[in-house]
């Protein structure tokens, strides 16, 4: 039987901060079972995503992914396996959660997804390709959840210059008919940058294409305490979602024991939310992060700590120590 958590710690710090959620999944009692992923499954099986690991993550209630890549490997060849993966799942809606803003990113189209190659004449192209019903489907799951929260959408695109940005527009202009209370504005790529480093607190929701969610997701991250804290959430139609760190593998601090785990214990909360139907467990588990984050940060945010010592205060605070003289 498929474990209900498939965890791919991949490579770099992935594996690093991993264990300390697959500790937290113990502690609750969630069951969870790992498989290779990125460079390390191509080390181990010539593959960065093995039909075992895909036909695992199918048969899961939730993914939960480190990080892959590093200089070891040939560019793209562990992240293939990424893209690979987002695109069989069809997990379409990535939320990215940074400080009081969240970003919705279209994950399975766009430029990533789009025709590509190399013609005769050496001419190397990516193309940017996407369906209106493609548009559709991201910009509603980013209206519903702007209907949660402040209200309030930015529509982000490069309407002044690509069709594929004309699209986004008119698609999602159209179905702001059908949310009254939402408020929408459009803006465009480069300004919306330049926005969330200058004025954050003005963003509730946004939502956009891959590649501009790619990019503004790490601005966002950096504005709000940098890319250590910053969890995400891909989901699709189903109730199957994977939950992964905005960051990568980090490499320059791999095996230092400097890690921040808290993007990876966010993504661990996104999961127990949205696909474990645990959202009492997902509440004690985020105050248990905000509280180690405060009294015992990692480098990356101004303290000392270690990627364990910050993993043993989460799990003290999951699991208090019986008090003395307590009769249990
Ligand atoms: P990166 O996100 O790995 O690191 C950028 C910077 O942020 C580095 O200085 C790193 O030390 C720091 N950082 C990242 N996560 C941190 C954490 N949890 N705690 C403390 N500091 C942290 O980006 P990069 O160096 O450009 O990419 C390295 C590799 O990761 C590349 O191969 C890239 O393709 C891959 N990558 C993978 C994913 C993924 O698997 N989801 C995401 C992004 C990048
Ligand atoms: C991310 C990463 C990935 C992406 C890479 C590793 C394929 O940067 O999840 O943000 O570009 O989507
Ligand atoms: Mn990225």
């Not at 992914?65 to 379409?92: H, M, N, S």
């Not at 189209?109 to 019903?133: I, K, M, Q, S």
């Not at 139907?277 to 248990?288: I, N």
């Not at 043993?312 to 699991?319: E, G, I, K, P």
Request: net charge negative; proline share 6%.
């Amino acid at each position: 039987m498929a474990a209900r958590v498939a965890c791919l710690p991949g490579d770099g710090i992935g594996p690093e901060v991993m264990v300390e959620a697959v500790r937290v999944l113990d502690a609750l009692g969630i069951e969870h079972a790992e498989y290779p992923f990125g460079g390390a499954a191509i080390d181990a099986l010539g593959t960065p995503l093995p039909d075992e690991t895909l036909a695992a993550a199918r048969e899961a209630e939730a993914v939960l992914l480190g990080a892959v890549g590093g200089p070891q490997w040939p560019p793209g060849a562990c992240e293939k396996g990424l893209i690979d993966l987002r695109g069989a799942l069809d997990v379409y809606a990535n939320l990215r959660p940074a400080g009081t803003l969240v970003i919705v990113r279209e994950l399975v189209g766009g430029l990533y997804y789009g025709a590509r190659g190399t013609r005769p004449d050496g001419t190397v192209f990516d193309t940017c390709e996407y369906t209106p019903a493609q548009v559709e489907r991201v910009a509603r799951r980013a209206f519903e959840l702007a209907r949660t929260r402040g209200g309030k959408l930015v529509s982000v695109d490069k309407a002044n210059v690509m069709e594929t940005g004309r699209l986004w527009r008119r698609v999602v202009s159209e179905l702001a008919a059908e949310y009254p209370d939402v408020e929408l504005k459009h803006g465009l790529v480069d300004s919306v940058a330049m926005w969330i480093v200058m004025h954050p607190e003005e963003f509730d929701v946004l939502v956009m294409e891959n590649t501009f969610g790619d990019i503004l997701s790490d601005v966002a991250a950096g504005v709000f305490g940098g890319l250590g804290l910053a969890a995400s959430a891909s989901l699709g139609d189903g109730t199957l979602g994977v939950y992964e760190p905005v960051h990568g593998s980090a490499p320059d601090i791999a095996g230092t024991g400097a890690a921040n785990p808290t993007a990876m214990l966010r993504s661990l909360v996104l999961a127990l939310e949205h696909s474990l139907g645990e959202p009492e467990q997902a509440r004690v588990l985020e105050a248990a992060v905000d509280a180690a984050l405060a009294s015992s940060p990692t480098p990356d945010v101004g303290g000392r700590a270690t990627t364990r010592q910050f993993g043993d205060v989460v799990l003290r605070a999951l699991a208090p120590a019986p008090t003395v003289g307590s009769s249990r």
